[in-house]
């Protein structure tokens, strides 16, 4: 990553600033990935540009290749917070599902004062930011989580992951290896994504037609749903478990909803899912995992800190 410094009077010109911010999209999708909050993407992101611009010229000029070196740097801020991560969680009040993104057209600034988002800070949505996925993600021990997204998703050669992890090729090999074994059972779905907007939107309208039969017919046998309030907002603490039950939780839902309270379809995280607005402000995001055209998963994303990205229509 570093090479000599240039002789006298051959200085190598500074990195534009163009060049530099250009790898910020780069390192957001890649942080996003990492930690499943974009917040916290965007806090580490800010962290490493901040190292950049406190190194002098000389120590800049040593660097062979900038965008390497904020990747790197990028990668192991986000080890070292997925490891205090780990430990918060454990106080977190009921389950932690990661941070759900609407489409990048809709994104607003989650700071104070609002405004747009940068296009630079918007995270590609594939297969790699599956609400479901983040969820697996978020099994793995921090390095192995690092390892899978370096290599599997960012292709990066299993040497250049070591350097950055500070493990050997073979170790991070391994790693990667294990985190795919965890991933298989999120294998992207072979349900097309017309025939998943179609499901969703099947379940939508049963459950607020309160139609149990409707829903039981949509929901695989083995159904689980997931409330995520952060202890700031009322949700179900413990997973539901089985498709009865969570089709008859669903009619309890469509039951105490507020008369002001209307639920919409939007994409969440690049798939079809469904929100609820109440007095313009979104309070709450579904997202589902349709596997063979049941729905096996809802994620339910209930805290407030989790959804200031979200706009109304």
């Given at each position: 990553?570093?090479?000599?410094?240039?002789?006298p009077?051959?200085?190598?010109?500074?990195?534009?600033?163009?060049?530099?911010?250009?790898?910020?999209?780069h390192?957001?999708?890649?942080?996003?990935?990492?930690?499943?909050?974009?917040?916290?993407?965007?806090?580490?992101?800010q962290?490493?540009?901040?190292r950049?611009?406190?190194?002098?010229?000389?120590?800049?000029?040593?660097?062979d290749?900038?965008?390497?070196?904020?990747?790197?740097?990028?990668?192991?801020?986000?080890?070292?917070?997925?490891?205090?991560?780990?430990?918060?969680?454990?106080?977190?009040?009921?389950?932690?599902?990661?941070?759900?993104?609407p489409?990048?057209?809709?994104?607003?600034?989650?700071?104070?004062?609002?405004?747009?988002?940068?296009?630079?800070?918007?995270?590609?949505?594939?297969e790699?930011?599956?609400?479901?996925?983040?969820?697996?993600?978020?099994?793995?021990t921090?390095?192995?989580r690092?390892?899978?997204?370096?290599?599997?998703?960012?292709?990066?050669?299993?040497?250049?992951?070591?350097?950055i992890?500070?493990?050997?090729?073979?170790?991070?090999?391994?790693?990667?290896?294990?985190?795919?074994?965890?991933?298989?059972?999120?294998?992207?779905?072979?349900t097309?994504?017309?025939?998943?907007?179609?499901?969703?939107?099947?379940?939508k309208?049963?459950?607020?037609?309160?139609d149990?039969?409707?829903?039981?017919g949509?929901?695989?046998?083995d159904?689980?749903?997931?409330?995520d309030?952060?202890?700031?907002?009322?949700?179900?603490?413990?997973?539901?478990?089985?498709g009865e039950q969570?089709?008859r939780a669903?009619?309890?839902?469509?039951?105490?909803?507020?008369?002001?309270?209307?639920?919409?379809?939007?994409t969440?995280?690049?798939?079809?899912?469904v929100?609820?607005?109440?007095?313009?402000?979104?309070?709450?995001?579904?997202?589902?995992?349709?596997?063979?055209?049941?729905?096996?998963?809802?994620?339910v994303?209930?805290?407030?800190?989790?959804?200031?990205g979200?706009?109304?229509?």
């Amino acid at each position: 990553m570093t090479t000599p410094p240039p002789a006298p009077g051959l200085r190598r010109p500074e990195p534009g600033l163009d060049a530099l911010m250009g790898e910020r999209r780069h390192l957001i999708n890649l942080a996003y990935r990492l930690l499943g909050s974009l917040a916290e993407a965007e806090d580490a992101v800010q962290e490493t540009y901040t190292r950049w611009y406190a190194m002098s010229r000389q120590q800049q000029d040593a660097i062979d290749s900038p965008g390497a070196w904020l990747t790197t740097v990028a990668s192991r801020i986000c080890l070292n917070v997925l490891g205090s991560a780990r430990a918060r969680r454990e106080t977190y009040v009921g389950e932690w599902i990661p941070e759900p993104l609407p489409e990048p057209t809709e994104w607003i600034s989650g700071r104070p004062g609002g405004g747009a988002v940068d296009p630079a800070d918007r995270v590609t949505l594939d297969e790699s930011v599956n609400l479901a996925f983040l969820v697996v993600l978020d099994s793995m021990t921090p390095a192995e989580r690092v390892a899978f997204i370096l290599h599997d998703v960012f292709r990066y050669s299993f040497a250049e992951v070591a350097e950055i992890v500070g493990r050997t090729p073979a170790a991070c090999r391994q790693l990667a290896s294990s985190a795919r074994r965890r991933t298989r059972a999120t294998q992207p779905s072979a349900t097309l994504p017309a025939e998943r907007a179609g499901i969703v939107r099947d379940f939508k309208q049963a459950w607020e037609a309160k139609d149990i039969d409707a829903l039981l017919g949509l929901l695989d046998p083995d159904a689980t749903a997931i409330g995520d309030g952060g202890g700031l907002a009322t949700t179900f603490l413990d997973p539901i478990e089985g498709g009865e039950q969570v089709a008859r939780a669903w009619v309890e839902i469509a039951r105490r909803r507020p008369d002001d309270m209307t639920f919409m379809e939007r994409t969440v995280n690049g798939q079809p899912g469904v929100v609820a607005e109440q007095d313009g402000v979104v309070v709450t995001v579904f997202a589902f995992e349709v596997v063979d055209r049941k729905i096996k998963q809802i994620l339910v994303v209930r805290n407030p800190e989790k959804l200031r990205g979200w706009t109304t229509r």
